[in-house]
């Protein structure tokens, strides 16, 4: 399992992003970038405050998730996740994704098998993959408009905004790593469609006296196959975030969910790869916490949380930048590839079946 330290609060930088958004000052402005890129360099990940999503639009999200988990399981059903990776919408049932975490030899040496000993930590939760209207090969599934009245206009609204947001950080990190214009008009380039997405999460209640923590968690080590991940959650702890300045291998830390309004800013696969290695992926889980002491309960709690995934146009290619900071990294440490080929070879994985 890893060990735990102390909340990320102590280890994990937050960075209140108002005063970019609202500056007219380009040094006020690029002394946030910095701040902004130098927690991402030295953890792949932070919390961010300031960042022009409402409180209350962050709750009514978790409230109208939890109003379509709570549906009965049929309804669910019918929106289901299709067979595949195309498209990548719809929802899926405790345990049909499972997240593992292997090296591409690993991978390969299976040659697209995976047999039972290739087992790693089965995932307990369900989830509904929304996206774009605009996006033109993930078509979403939307729930029957009359079972929840409002939910795809809100959800609709909230991934715009989300958008909005992710131009923002993705401009602010490009600020702080000081790539030229040129790179930095072609990353931009690459993130300007509607890619990106959300996925409603909801992680059940489970009795502590039957879980089996070598095999079950809520959602195993792993990182994000993005070019970072927005996280929002609910009220009940669960994240963890490696902390990648301890000496000891595996060793997370709680991501408090104490501020209400705090996003958690993860680097995934495609950041660490154009950044050459100067921000590097989060390795990240959510783990099941044990019913609070005194709660006179053996069940854990329900929690409810809203990854976005910022995605690249998948006919991009993946290859450092050579320029700011990334070209401080040493070369060579990673292999020119399409972007369509890296989510292709992971998602390759998502639904598979490891025992058959």
């Known amino acids: 399992m890893g060990s735990i330290t102390a909340a990320a609060d102590a280890v994990i930088e937050t960075i209140d992003l108002s005063a970019y958004l609202s500056s007219d000052d380009p040094i006020v402005r690029k002394a946030t970038a910095d701040r902004l890129v130098q927690a991402l360099h030295k953890q792949g990940g932070c919390g961010l405050v300031g960042h022009g999503l409402t409180l209350k639009a962050i709750h009514e999200a978790l409230t109208r998730s939890k109003e379509f988990f709570d549906l009965p399981l049929d309804q669910k059903q019918t929106i289901n996740h299709p067979e595949g990776i195309l498209p990548h919408r719809g929802y899926s049932g405790v345990s049909r994704e499972k997240i593992r975490v292997y090296t591409e030899d690993e991978l390969q040496s299976m040659s697209g098998e995976l047999g039972a000993t290739a087992k790693k930590a089965m995932d307990w939760k369900e989830h509904y993959d929304i996206g774009s209207d605009y996006e033109p090969e993930h078509h979403n599934r939307w729930i029957d408009k009359a079972l929840l009245p409002g939910f795809q206009p809100f959800m609709s609204d909230f991934i715009t905004q989300l958008e909005q947001l992710h131009t923002n950080v993705l401009n602010a990190i490009l600020l702080g790593l000081e790539v030229d214009p040129i790179s930095a008009d072609y990353f931009r380039g690459l993130h300007t469609h509607h890619n990106s997405g959300i996925r409603l999460l ?22 994000d196959f993005t070019t970072f991940t927005f996280l929002i959650q609910d009220e009940n702890q669960g994240l963890e975030i490696e902390d990648r300045t301890n000496k000891t291998p595996n060793t997370f830390v709680a991501a408090n969910p104490s501020i209400p309004d705090r996003l958690w800013l993860t680097i995934g696969d495609f950041g660490e790869i154009w950044t050459n290695g100067y921000l590097p992926a989060s390795r990240h889980r959510v783990v099941i916490p044990a019913p609070l002491p005194g709660s006179g309960t053996d069940m854990t709690s329900n929690r409810y949380s809203i990854p976005y995934f910022l995605n690249p146009r998948h006919d991009g290619i993946l290859e450092p930048l050579g320029t700011g900071k990334p070209a401080t990294m040493p070369r060579d440490r990673y292999k020119k590839m399409k972007v369509r080929d890296h989510i292709e070879f992971r998602m390759k994985y998502q639904y598979t079946d490891p025992t058959k």
Not at 202 to 223: G, K, L, Q, V
Request: with cysteine; proline share 9%.
């Open 202 to 223: 909801h992680y059940p209640s489970m009795r502590e006296s039957e879980i089996d923590r070598t095999s079950t968690t809520w959602c195993p080590i792993h990182t």
